[in-house]
């Protein structure tokens, strides 16, 4: 499975994006699906899930309020909604995918991982 993300791009501080994750193939019903970023030195780190069928969502606490993920089963796709942006929340975005059922907020849980699309939030 390869997943696809985009929206990535330069915006100003206290701007929105959205982010998009498109899979090779249909899994989204029943894959539990996540987003997670990386800022340039540092180490990947989980952002927000939404579980199989989308019962159930989770998020960072760096970025509660102000993203929002959601799954849409027909189109085979999950985006990030991302509002009140920081110029903390710069980095590498990166869409995930996995099998597994419940909240994952961990790296390894997910098999499955897009090429990731960079944002960047200018002060």
């Known amino acids: 499975v390869q997943l696809q993300a985009s929206g990535g791009g330069l915006v100003q501080a206290g701007g929105s994006l959205r982010l998009a994750c498109t899979p090779s193939t249909r899994i989204f019903d029943t894959y539990t699906l996540g987003w997670f970023r990386q800022a340039p030195g540092k180490e990947r780190e989980f952002v927000a899930t939404?579980?199989?069928?989308?019962?159930?969502?989770y998020y960072a606490d760096s970025v509660k309020g102000r993203f929002t993920i959601s799954r849409d089963n027909v189109k085979n796709t999950v985006f990030l909604q991302m509002n009140s942006l920081k110029p903390e929340d710069t980095g590498i975005y990166y869409c995930?995918?996995?099998?597994?059922?419940?909240?994952?907020?961990?790296?390894?849980?997910?098999?499955?991982w897009g090429q990731g699309t960079l944002v960047t939030v200018s002060s």
């Open positions: 995930a995918a996995d099998r597994g059922q419940g909240i994952r907020v961990l790296s390894r849980h997910y098999m499955y």
């Open positions: 939404t579980t199989r069928g989308g019962s159930n969502e």
